[in-house]
Each structure stands twice: as C-alpha cells, then as structure tokens.
C-alpha cells in the first residue's frame, strides 16, 4: 500500500509560482512511477507530468516550459514547481503512482492522493 499526500496549494495571482510536494509512505516510493494530474471546474481529469522510475519525465504541451516535475526518493516526496501561472491553471492537482502500464491514463494508476486546490486569480 502507498498513501499520498499533496500540499502546496492555495491562491496566487496570475504570473506568480508555487510548488506542489507529494508525501508518499512505503518503502518502494523509488520504483514507482509518478505523475500530477489535475482537474478543473466542470472538466475531466488530465495529466500534467509525468516522473518514471527510470527518472525521465515529460509535461504536458499546456504546462511546458512553465511547471516541472521532480522528486526526492530518499525523501518519498514527488514536487511540482509550477512558474507563470495561468487563470487556466485553476484545478483540484492529484498525485498518483502506478506500477506500469500506460502512464497517460488515469485507469493505470494505482494510487492517488486527495487533491490540492490550485486557484489563479487573473
């Protein structure tokens, strides 16, 4: 079992920054892959990036150059650092690990955490 638990959330204004961090219990945080979705108002669940157990990464065209995905394993800790936030930033961000499969989607997640809310103010 991996328990995880996001904070960093809150409101900013737009073009300003904050990091997301995602505590992960379990000794096998390093083998897992990881990976920040989020969910607006009225919208499906997307991911934004992505961090393999391999250690590659990849983000989403809507948040590259902007957000970045890292993690600490000797900490179990997954960030986000995400710059020139946007008003369409707004959404509820999940952690999520998975033992394999198709990263981009959700269904091959195993674990998830309960959501940070990410509000921008324009």
């Known amino acids: 079992q991996v328990q995880l638990i996001e904070s960093g959330g809150g409101l900013v204004q737009a073009g300003g920054s904050l990091r997301l961090s995602c505590a992960a219990s379990?000794?096998?945080?390093?083998?897992?892959?990881m990976s920040w979705f989020r969910q607006a108002p009225g919208k499906e669940r997307v991911i934004v990036a992505v961090?393999?157990?391999?250690?590659?990464?990849q983000h989403a065209d809507s948040v590259k150059g902007r957000f970045t995905i890292s993690r600490d394993n000797t900490k179990n800790t997954l960030y986000l650092q995400m710059n020139s936030l946007k008003p369409e930033d707004t959404a509820v961000y999940y952690c999520a690990a998975a033992e394999g499969g198709n990263y981009a989607d959700e269904k091959t997640y195993d674990y998830w955490g309960q959501g940070t809310q990410v509000t921008v103010s324009s």
């Open positions: 961090s393999s157990w391999t250690g590659q990464t």
């Open positions: 379990g000794r096998t945080f390093s083998s897992y892959t």
